[in-house]
């Protein structure tokens, strides 16, 4: 928002500052001013400079999207925290979905100013060997992804989702080797560590074992 803005307001000062010249240039003895060339160029680098941070904002909450939206089987919406967010942010999840007051999750999800840069890295990375934020970034992504299609238990949610971990990052451009080597890492190395109330019901013939080709187990 603020980028944003700062982006429309130089914008503005440029053209003011053009269309001035434009109306003011010929003084009374008929003499030519020379363009402000300066002013208006820094203004549009300032213009610029903004709008390059804003278009790759944009193109990662696209590719998080499209890829949640496949593993959800509908359109759905993720939004990636900036860092003007974060100052007022004071909750330690990585990312969340709100419901309702009907008890209806929104079809929508913000997903933490980090656990969005850990994706941006895991995405333009070789996929082969990604760290464990990494692994966790995309986990978080398949666990909001089961609250925006209706699961609102948090053990359930996270055990629908470390099943979906391989669909998950396969959707987002991992191979088929890459995405299961990264889902098999989050149940062996990250779930174990998951708090109580996170765990429970999950495994092989388990309770929320729902059978699913890509299960990491
Ligand atoms: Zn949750």
Redesign the pocket.
């Known amino acids: 928002m603020f980028l944003t803005l700062v982006l429309i307001g130089f914008l503005a000062v440029a053209t003011i500052v053009s269309v001035r010249w434009v109306l003011t240039r010929v003084d009374v003895l008929g003499r030519v001013g020379p363009f402000p060339k300066i002013s208006v160029g820094l203004c549009l680098a300032v213009a610029v400079g903004c709008a390059v941070p804003l278009g790759l904002h944009a193109r990662l909450e696209h590719r998080l999207q499209d890829g949640a939206s496949q593993v959800a089987g509908g359109s759905v919406a993720v939004h990636c925290q900036t860092a003007g967010e974060t100052w007022t942010d004071l909750g330690s999840?990585l990312?969340?979905?709100r419901w309702t007051a009907e008890g209806v999750p929104e079809r929508r999800t913000v997903i933490k100013y980090r656990v969005c840069g850990d994706l941006r890295s895991w995405l333009s990375s070789d996929k082969r060997d990604p760290g464990e934020d990494q692994v966790v970034a995309v986990h978080v992504l398949s666990?909001?992804t089961?609250?925006m299609v209706g699961i609102d238990n948090?053990a359930q949610?996270?055990c629908a989702a470390l099943q979906r971990d391989a669909e998950m990052a396969e959707a987002l451009g991992a191979t088929p080797t890459e995405a299961q080597a990264l889902a098999h890492r989050y149940w062996v190395e990250v779930y174990p560590r998951m708090p109580d109330g996170?765990t429970g019901g999950c495994g092989p013939d388990s309770r929320w074992d729902e059978h699913l080709a890509l299960a990491p187990w």
């Open positions: 999840e990312g969340y979905v666990h909001e089961m609250h948090e949610a996270e996170y």
